[in-house]
C-alpha cells in the first residue's frame, strides 16, 4: 500500500488543523493506521493510532483529548483531526499502516509510511 499524508501548515497556538492519509494499492481497510511525528532533533514518536475497522483507537497521552483518528475506508483515506494546538506539537507528521491487530505504537510495527507533513505552530 502507498501512503500520501497532506494538510500540515502554519498555524498559532489554539487553532486547529486536519491532517489526510490517502491510501493506494492493496486494501486499506484491512490495515490499522497511524500518525506518529518527529521534532527536529528527537526520535520519531507515537501520536495515533485506529483499528482496521475504526472501532479502536489509541492516543499518546501528550494528544489525548486534543487530537482525534478517523478514517474514511470507503475513501481509502484516514485522518488526523488536531484541535487545541500547541508550539510543542510542532513536526513533521507521518502516516503509517499495517496489517496487524493491534494498536502498535512502535514505528518497526509499521511496514508503510506517508512522506511527511510539516505541522508549524506558532505562539
Known amino acids: 500500500v502507498q501512503l500520501q499524508a497532506s494538510g500540515g501548515g502554519l498555524v498559532q497556538a489554539g487553532g486547529s488543523l486536519r491532517l489526510s492519509c490517502a491510501a493506494s494499492?492493496?486494501?486499506?481497510?484491512?490495515?490499522?493506521m497511524a500518525w506518529f511525528r518527529q521534532a527536529p532533533g528527537k526520535e520519531r514518536e507515537f501520536v495515533a493510532a485506529?483499528?482496521?475497522?475504526?472501532?479502536?483507537?489509541a492516543y499518546a497521552g501528550s494528544v489525548k483529548g486534543r487530537f482525534t483518528i478517523p478514517r474514511d475506508n470507503a475513501k481509502n483515506t484516514g485522518y488526523l483531526q488536531m484541535n487545541s494546538l500547541k508550539p510543542e506539537d510542532t513536526a513533521v507528521y507521518y502516516c503509517?499502516?499495517?496489517?496487524?491487530?493491534?494498536?502498535?505504537?512502535?514505528?518497526?510495527?509499521?511496514?508503510?509510511w506517508g512522506q511527511g507533513t510539516q505541522v508549524t505552530v506558532s505562539s
Open positions: 503509517a499502516a499495517n496489517w496487524i491487530a493491534t494498536l502498535a505504537t512502535m514505528t518497526q510495527q509499521y511496514d508503510y
Open positions: 494499492g492493496r486494501a486499506f481497510s484491512m490495515y490499522t
Open positions: 485506529i483499528s482496521w475497522s475504526g472501532g479502536s483507537s
